[in-house]
C-alpha cells in the first residue's frame, strides 16, 4: 500500500477538470526548447487523464520572472513541442488563475489540454499565498502533482493546491518515489552510495545523513582531497577545502561509529595543468608532488570499487569521480558507472542515480538507460539523499 494516492485511485473523472502540476523547465535557446526531456516525462500522466476523459490544465513554472509578467518567461513557446511529445493539440491560456483561464476551462471539452502561463507571474506563487492558492483551485476537481523536482519547494501549485482539492501523485512523480524507497526507505543490504563532486561544503548534509543510512560510502571527485587532508595526505595543488577538515574527518568518525565503511581513492591521476588530455601520471595518494593537481581515482581503486558494488544488492549515485567533462579525467567515473549498469541488467543490483552532473556522467559513459532508475530532479534529489521531507510530497500524503 503506498503512502500517497495515484491514478489508480482517482475513479470516473470524464469530464471533470484536473489541474496537473508538471515541471516544463527545459532550456531554451532563441524560442526553441533545446532538451524535451522534461516533456517526456510528462507525457504519461498528461496523456491518460485525458484518455480517461478529464480536461488536463497543466501548471507549471519557467525561469524565474520574480513575480511579475515578463514575456521573456512565457511558457507559449513550450506548447507546441509539448504537443509534439504528447502527439496530441495543446492549447496556450495566458494566466493560470482569474477570468482568462476560468473562459478557457468553461469552453474545453472531455479530453482537451490547455497548459496554463507560468505559476511565476505571481507573487504568490513562491510565498504559497492562500488567495493564489483558491483562485488556481477553483478551476478544477482534482489536482495531480507530477513534479518531484519541484517537491522540495513548498510553492502555490506544489503544496498549497494539495490541501484545497483532491490530491494524487502523477505518473513521474509515483516512479520517482517507488524508485527512492526501493533506495533508501527500505533497502536491500549491502547499500552503498557513491558521493562526488567538487565541493564537501555542497554535499555536507548528505554525507552525514547516509553514513547511518549505508554500508559503503564510496568518496569521488575534488571532495575526497578534502578526506584524504583531513587524514594528513599532502593534495599538492588539488582542489580541497582545508578549512573543513575537521568536518571531513568527524564524518569519517560517525561512519565508523555506524558500521559504514568508507572508500576513499588510494591511487589518483595526477598532472601540473588542468586541461584536456595533459601529460598525466598514476601515483599512491603519498606521492602527490607539491605542483600536482588530482583529477581523477586511479585504475587500482577503481577496480577496487568495482568489486564493492559487486557485493552489494543496492547503490545510491550522486556526484561524478572525478573531472569528468575534460577528457581523460572521465575514466574512472565511466568505468564504475559501466560496471554498476552490468550489476543492474544482470538483476543483482538496484541502481538509483540523481542530480544534474551525475545524469550528465552518466550520458557520457552510455548507460544512463541501463541503471534501475535516474532522477532528472537536482535540489529535490540532494534533499532527500540529505533525509529531508518534501512539502510537496509530504502534502500527497497527508
Same mark, same amino acid.
Given at each position: 500500500?503506498?503512502?500517497?494516492?495515484?491514478?489508480?485511485?482517482?475513479?470516473?473523472?470524464?469530464?471533470?477538470?484536473?489541474?496537473?502540476?508538471?515541471?516544463?523547465?527545459?532550456?531554451?535557446?532563441?524560442?526553441?526548447?533545446?532538451?524535451?526531456?522534461?516533456?517526456?516525462?510528462?507525457?504519461?500522466?498528461?496523456?491518460?487523464?485525458?484518455?480517461?476523459?478529464?480536461?488536463?490544465?497543466?501548471?507549471?513554472?519557467?525561469?524565474?520572472?520574480?513575480?511579475?509578467?515578463?514575456?521573456?518567461?512565457?511558457?507559449?513557446?513550450?506548447?507546441?513541442?509539448?504537443?509534439?511529445?504528447?502527439?496530441?493539440?495543446?492549447?496556450?491560456?495566458?494566466?493560470?488563475?482569474?477570468?482568462?483561464?476560468?473562459?478557457?476551462?468553461?469552453?474545453?471539452?472531455?479530453?482537451?489540454?490547455?497548459?496554463?502561463?507560468?505559476?511565476?507571474?505571481?507573487?504568490?506563487?513562491?510565498?504559497?499565498?492562500?488567495?493564489?492558492?483558491?483562485?488556481?483551485?477553483?478551476?478544477?476537481?482534482?489536482?495531480?502533482?507530477?513534479?518531484?523536482?519541484?517537491?522540495?519547494?513548498?510553492?502555490?501549485?506544489?503544496?498549497?493546491?494539495?490541501?484545497?482539492?483532491?490530491?494524487?501523485?502523477?505518473?513521474?512523480?509515483?516512479?520517482?518515489?517507488?524508485?527512492?524507497?526501493?533506495?533508501?526507505?527500505?533497502?536491500?543490504?549491502?547499500?552503498?552510495?557513491? =558521493? +562526488?563532486? #567538487?565541493? *564537501?561544503?555542497?554535499?555536507? !548534509? $548528505? @554525507? &552525514?545523513?547516509?553514513?547511518?543510512? /549505508?554500508?559503503?560510502?564510496?568518496?569521488?571527485?575534488?571532495?575526497?582531497?578534502?578526506?584524504?587532508?583531513?587524514?594528513?595526505?599532502?593534495?599538492?595543488?588539488?582542489?580541497?577545502?582545508?578549512?573543513?577538515?575537521?568536518?571531513?574527518?568527524?564524518?569519517?568518525?560517525?561512519?565508523?561509529?555506524?558500521?559504514?565503511?568508507?572508500?576513499?581513492?588510494?591511487?589518483?591521476?595526477?598532472?601540473?595543468?588542468?586541461?584536456?588530455?595533459?601529460?598525466?601520471?598514476?601515483?599512491?595518494?603519498?606521492?602527490?608532488?607539491?605542483?600536482?593537481?588530482?583529477?581523477? =581515482? +586511479?585504475? #587500482?581503486? *577503481?577496480?577496487?570499487?568495482? !568489486? $564493492? @558494488? &559487486?557485493?552489494?544488492?543496492?547503490? /545510491?549515485?550522486?556526484?561524478?569521480?572525478?573531472?569528468?567533462?575534460?577528457?581523460?579525467?572521465?575514466?574512472?567515473?565511466?568505468?564504475?558507472?559501466?560496471?554498476?549498469?552490468a550489476l543492474t541488467k544482470e538483476g543483482t543490483l538496484v541502481s538509483v542515480a540523481g542530480g544534474g552532473d551525475t545524469v550528465a556522467a552518466l550520458n557520457?559513459?552510455g548507460v544512463a538507460g541501463d541503471f534501475t532508475f535516474v532522477s532528472t530532479a537536482g535540489g529535490?534529489?540532494?534533499?532527500?539523499?540529505?533525509?529531508?521531507?518534501?512539502?510537496?510530497?509530504?502534502?500527497?500524503?497527508?
Open positions: 500500500m503506498k503512502p500517497f494516492k495515484t491514478l489508480d485511485n482517482m475513479g470516473d473523472i470524464a469530464g471533470k477538470a484536473v489541474l496537473v502540476r508538471e515541471d516544463l523547465n527545459v532550456p531554451m535557446k532563441d524560442g526553441a526548447v533545446t532538451d524535451d526531456t522534461r516533456l517526456r516525462a510528462a507525457v504519461p500522466t498528461i496523456n491518460e487523464l485525458s484518455d480517461r476523459g478529464a480536461k488536463v490544465l497543466i501548471l507549471a513554472h519557467f525561469g524565474r520572472p520574480k513575480g511579475e509578467r515578463n514575456l521573456a518567461y512565457s511558457l507559449e513557446p513550450v506548447a507546441g513541442p509539448l504537443s509534439n511529445v504528447l502527439g496530441r493539440p495543446v492549447r496556450f491560456v495566458p494566466d493560470c488563475v482569474n477570468e482568462a483561464a476560468e473562459a478557457a476551462v468553461a469552453e474545453m471539452k472531455p479530453g482537451e489540454i490547455a497548459l496554463l502561463e507560468n505559476t511565476r507571474f505571481h507573487s504568490g506563487e513562491e510565498v504559497n499565498r492562500e488567495r493564489l492558492v483558491e483562485g488556481m483551485a477553483k478551476l478544477a476537481d482534482f489536482y495531480v502533482n507530477d513534479a518531484f523536482s519541484a517537491a522540495h519547494r513548498a510553492h502555490a501549485s506544489t503544496e498549497g493546491l494539495a490541501h484545497k482539492l483532491p490530491a494524487f501523485a502523477g505518473r513521474s512523480m509515483e516512479a520517482e518515489l517507488d524508485a527512492l524507497q526501493k533506495a533508501l526507505g527500505s533497502p536491500e543490504h549491502p547499500v552503498a552510495a557513491v =558521493v +562526488g563532486g #567538487a565541493k *564537501v561544503s555542497t554535499k555536507l !548534509d $548528505v @554525507l &552525514k545523513h547516509l553514513v547511518a543510512k /549505508v554500508d559503503h560510502l564510496i568518496i569521488g571527485g575534488g571532495m575526497a582531497n578534502t578526506f584524504l587532508a583531513a587524514r594528513g595526505v599532502d593534495v599538492g595543488k588539488s582542489l580541497c577545502e582545508h578549512d573543513l577538515k575537521d568536518t571531513a574527518e568527524a564524518i569519517l568518525e560517525a561512519a565508523e561509529k555506524a558500521n559504514c565503511t568508507v572508500h576513499l581513492p588510494y591511487d589518483v591521476v595526477v598532472s601540473k595543468v588542468f586541461a584536456p588530455n595533459p601529460p598525466t601520471r598514476t601515483v599512491n595518494v603519498h606521492e602527490v608532488a607539491a605542483d600536482e593537481i588530482i583529477l581523477d =581515482v +586511479g585504475p #587500482a581503486a *577503481v577496480e577496487a570499487l568495482a !568489486d $564493492v @558494488l &559487486k557485493t552489494c544488492c543496492t547503490l /545510491v549515485w550522486n556526484g561524478p569521480m572525478g573531472a569528468f567533462e575534460t577528457p581523460p579525467f572521465d575514466t574512472a567515473t565511466v568505468v564504475l558507472a559501466k560496471t554498476a549498469a557520457h559513459a529535490a534529489f540532494l534533499e532527500w539523499m540529505e533525509g529531508k521531507e518534501l512539502p510537496g510530497v509530504k502534502a500527497l500524503t497527508k
